[in-house]
């Protein structure tokens, strides 16, 4: 059982700036593909961004230009650079894991964001 433990979420201004990260406790990191999804209240959780093992990347349109993801293979962790932050950023931001040889999935407990003067 792989663990993903979330941390970096809290409180910014608008046009504030987070960064998430995800941990998880494999030592195969490398042969997972990572992604951020987020739950705003009363909304359906909604893919944020991706990366592969490899370093490819993917972003839903409405954080391209703001959000960053990236991930260090050596410490096992992924990160999410938000910039550029708005209110409707505001939900509980998901790790997600996924073993890449078998589609086994994996999800952290989630870190709140919220963006609010």
């Known amino acids: 059982q792989v663990q993903l433990v979330e941390s970096g979420g809290g409180l910014v201004q608008p046009g504030g700036s987070l960064r998430l990260s995800c941990a998880a406790s494999?030592?195969?990191?490398?042969?997972?593909?990572m992604a951020w999804y987020r739950q705003a209240p009363g909304k359906q959780r909604e893919f944020v961004a991706a990366?592969?093992?490899?370093?490819?990347?993917n972003y839903v349109d409405s954080v391209k230009g703001r959000f960053t993801i990236s991930r260090d293979n050596a410490k096992k962790t992924v990160y999410l650079q938000m910039n550029s932050l708005n209110p409707e950023d505001t939900a509980v931001y998901y790790c997600?894991?996924?073993?890449?040889?078998?589609?086994?999935?994996?999800w952290g407990q989630g870190t709140q964001v919220t963006v609010s003067s």
């Open positions: 997600n894991g996924v073993r890449s040889a078998t589609g086994t999935t994996y």
């Open positions: 494999t030592n195969f990191f490398s042969g997972y593909g």
């Open positions: 990366i592969t093992g490899s370093g490819n990347t």
